[in-house]
């Protein structure tokens, strides 16, 4: 079955460590999205990238870093600089250019600094 | 740039009542899509219905329907004969070119 899956599900990070978060899907989806949520904030843009080799950067961009090598792939990294980074993190994909069909989920990971 | 609304950070209801969930948004853009995801328990999102902004018909998905008015930017959510399963975060979100915004959500309780 086609998904997208996330991995670990649950990560914990001691203070200074930079730490990568996986996303891959096998829906031969274009775009790749990163979302943070956080208790009574929604869920609220990091990255995207709407192909391969390119992305952008969503509204709290600082304090992470992304990469798309590949289509199926998505990595997100949450590093040092990130001063608040224990969150529910949630990756999506979806087709582009076919009208608003909406996102595909992952399952999360539940990052926590320790 | 677009922004969502929720007014209502929680609510509560019995089984099998009927309940609206409210949302406003703000952009302009005269293309765009509507959605409302559903987060369980379990985290996992899904989508509950979608509407395109070029058409007037409001979407119905079983037990699901929408309110769309689009002169009043107001996309609401109605839930009949709710279930003990409905209970979750509900997020109402906008799609204009290439990414979604959401709104902090509602947290529904289906009271048995």
């Known amino acids: 079955d086609g998904g997208i899956t996330q991995s670990p599900k649950y990560l914990f990070r001691k203070e200074g460590q930079n730490v990568t978060l996986s996303c891959e899907q096998n829906l031969n989806h274009d775009a790749m999205y990163w979302y943070r949520q956080d208790p009574g904030q929604g869920l609220r843009l990091i990255y995207y990238?709407?192909?391969?080799?390119?992305?952008q950067k969503g509204d709290i961009a600082e304090g992470y870093s992304v990469s798309r090598e590949k289509k199926e792939s998505f990595p997100l990294t949450v590093t040092s600089a990130q001063k608040n980074p224990t969150a529910f993190y949630l990756c999506?994909?979806?087709?582009?250019?076919?009208?608003?069909?909406?996102?595909?989920f992952g399952s999360g990971t539940r990052l926590t600094v320790v | 740039a677009q922004t969502v609304t929720q007014s209502q950070p929680e609510m509560s209801v019995q089984e099998a009542e009927t309940v609206t969930l409210s949302c406003t948004y703000d952009t302009s853009e005269n293309n765009y899509y509507l959605f409302w995801y559903k987060q369980p328990p379990s985290r996992q999102m899904i989508l509950v219905i979608r509407q395109e902004a070029y058409k007037q018909q409001n979407a119905t998905e079983n037990r699901f329907s929408v309110n769309f008015q689009k002169a009043a930017k107001s996309f609401s959510l109605k839930i009949s004969d709710s279930q003990l399963g409905d209970t979750a975060m509900y997020f109402c979100a906008f799609m204009g070119d290439d990414k979604i915004i959401f709104g902090k959500g509602t947290r529904l309780h289906i009271l048995p």
């Open positions: 999506a994909s979806s087709t582009t250019g076919t009208g608003g069909r909406g996102y595909t």
């Open positions: 990238s709407q192909i391969v080799n390119d992305f």
